[in-house]
């Protein structure tokens, strides 16, 4: 079982940068056995992948349109994951969630299906 905790959100104006952490508890298999993503759903559109980082932190993926301009990490020693965003569009609002895929996957899955556990979410919000 994993718990995730999102935070950082918030409201910025276009340009500008946040950092998401999604803080983990884990009963049973410990943290750096999952691969982490993050996905996003905006108001009246299907959630999406957004960034994936494997359990080593040595891979990582991105949607196409965040590429270059969002950064995933991990601390592993700290149970958390981040996400980098700079150089925020409008486009980017949403809420956030990270999740956990339990599968040993060697690579980030790109498919909410793919993920076990999820977190409530934290709102992004970018104004023109």
């Known amino acids: 079982q994993v718990q995730l905790v999102e935070s950082g959100g918030g409201l910025v104006q276009a340009g500008g940068s946040l950092r998401l952490s999604c803080a983990a508890s884990?009963?049973?298999?410990?943290?750096?056995?999952?691969?982490m993503g993050w996905f996003r759903q905006a108001p009246g559109k299907e959630r999406e992948f957004v960034a994936g980082?494997?359990?080593?932190?040595?891979?990582?993926a991105y949607k196409d349109s965040v590429k270059g301009r969002f950064t995933i990490s991990r601390d592993n020693a700290k149970k958390t994951v981040y996400l980098q965003m700079n150089s925020l569009k409008p486009e980017d609002t949403a809420v956030y969630y990270c999740?956990?895929?339990?599968?040993?996957?060697?690579?980030?899955?790109?498919?909410?299906?793919?993920?076990?556990?999820w977190g409530q979410g934290t709102q992004v919000t970018v104004s023109s």
């Open positions: 884990a009963s049973g298999r410990t943290f750096n056995n999952y691969n």
């Open positions: 999740a956990a895929d339990g599968s040993g996957s060697r690579y980030p899955r790109g498919r909410s299906t793919g993920y076990d556990y």
């Open positions: 980082i494997n359990w080593t932190g040595g891979s990582t």
